[in-house]
Nanobody, 127 residues
C-alpha cells in the first residue's frame, strides 16, 4: 500500500501560478505511473495529467496543455504539477493517484485504472 498526499493549493488570481506536490510513502514510488485529477463542486472528475514511472512520458488534458507541467523526483517520492496562467475554470480540488493507466482521447486524459489516491488540495482561482 502507498499513501499519497497532495499539497500546495490555495487562492490565486487569474493568470497566476501555483505548484502542487504529491508526496508518496513507501519505497516503490518509482515503479508507479502517477496522475493528477481534479473535481469541482457539482462537476465530474476530470483527468489533468499523467507521468510515467521513469518520467519519460507525460500526458495532458487539452484544457491545461501548455499551461501545466508535470514532473517527478523519484529520489524524493514526489510528483509536482506546475500550474501557470491559471483560469477560474481551473478551480477544483486536485488529487494525485498512483499506479495509473493513462491515455489521451479527444483531448481528455483518461484514467483507465488507479490503485491509490489520497486527499486532495483545493485550488481556487479568483480575483
Amino acid at each position: 500500500e502507498v499513501q499519497l498526499q497532495a499539497s500546495g493549493g490555495g487562492l490565486v488570481q487569474p493568470g497566476g501560478s501555483l505548484s502542487l506536490s504529491c508526496v508518496a510513502s513507501g519505497s516503490t514510488f518509482d515503479e508507479y505511473a502517477i496522475g493528477w485529477f481534479r473535481q469541482a463542486p457539482g462537476k465530474e472528475r476530470e483527468g489533468v495529467s499523467c507521468i510515467s514511472s521513469s518520467g519519460g512520458r507525460t500526458y495532458y488534458a487539452a484544457s491545461v496543455k501548455g499551461r501545466f507541467t508535470i514532473s517527478r523526483d523519484n529520489a524524493k517520492n514526489t510528483v509536482s504539477l506546475l500550474m501557470n496562467s491559471l483560469k477560474p475554470e481551473d478551480t477544483a480540488v486536485y488529487y494525485c493517484a498512483a499506479n495509473v493507466y493513462c491515455s489521451v482521447k479527444s483531448g481528455s486524459v483518461v484514467f483507465h485504472d488507479m490503485e491509490y489516491w489520497g486527499k486532495g488540495t483545493l485550488v481556487t482561482v479568483s480575483s
